[in-house]
T-cell receptor, first 113, second 115 residues
Framework: KNQVEQSPQSLIILEGKNCTLQ??????????LRWYKQDTGRGPVSLTI???SENTKSNGRYTATLDADTKQSSLHITASQLSDSASYIC????????????WGLGTSLAVNP | EAGVVQSPRYKIIEKKQPVAFWCNPI?????LYWYLQNLGQGPELLIR????????DSQLPKDRFSAERLKGVDSTLKIQPAELGDSAVYLC?????????????FGEGSRLTVL
């Protein structure tokens, strides 16, 4: 069964600290993996899209890694800011005959001053 | 460039009433999605259009939900009659191309409360 699991479910950090969010998936055949940021009451916004051959991709203070062998991805946030408080959702695109996006439940991040 | 526009942003109705949501995708985007998102959950796909064709509506509760995308641009999602369990945020997204591999751009969502 195609699944995307994220950890931790929620996380609280102090402003200026770094953090890493985890995503494990059992999606086959794999096409790409995406990280979205969703502020409360807003629609998700894409942070990165990574294909099978990409190991790391950065978008400002956000750096995503992908290990296609172990089917794991991480999102590292550097020097966190209050505006980073949001839900971060990992999404994997399943290719093949039944193409679809498989969504994780997200990690809720709170950055406190 | 204008993003994905949805309306209304908020809607409160009594159960058994009808409701409709409208979505205007980014100009030139062929693929349009309607998602349902419950509090604390990830979005769940209701229907995906490629141009005017519904290519994946397997998760759409067809007894009460309907959608259309006339002329392959704007789209409307309707619920009739609404039930208490339909309270959620309805998200519209669009993507360039038709391969379902491109980046998705989401609207702000329409929050439905059914009393």
């Amino acid at each position: 069964k195609n699944q995307v699991e994220q950890s931790p479910q929620s996380l609280i950090i102090l402003e200026g600290k770094n953090c890493t969010l985890q995503c494990n998936y059992t999606v086959s055949p794999f096409s790409n993996l995406r990280w979205y940021k969703q502020d409360t009451g807003r629609g998700p916004v894409s942070l990165t899209i990574m294909t099978f051959s990409e190991n790391t991709k950065s978008n400002g203070r956000y750096t995503a890694t992908l290990d296609a062998d172990t089917k794991q991805s991480s999102l590292h946030i550097t020097a966190s800011q209050l505006s980073d408080s949001a839900s971060y959702i990992c999404v994997v695109f399943a290719a093949g005959n039944n193409r679809k996006l498989i969504w994780g439940l997200g990690t809720s991040l709170a950055v406190n001053p | 460039e204008a993003g994905v526009v949805q309306s209304p942003r908020y809607k409160i109705i009594e159960k058994k009433q009808p409701v409709a949501f409208w979505c205007n995708p980014i100009s030139g985007h062929n693929t349009l999605y309607w998602y349902l998102q419950n509090l604390g959950q990830g979005p769940e796909l209701l229907i995906r259009y490629e141009n005017e064709e519904a290519v994946d509506d397997s998760q759409l509760p067809k007894d009460r939900f309907s959608a259309e995308r006339l002329k392959g641009v704007d789209s409307t999602l309707k619920i009739q009659p609404a039930e208490l369990g339909d309270s959620a945020v309805y998200l519209c997204a669009s993507s360039p191309g038709t391969a379902n591999t491109g980046e998705l751009f989401f609207g702000e969502g329409s929050r439905l409360t059914v009393l």
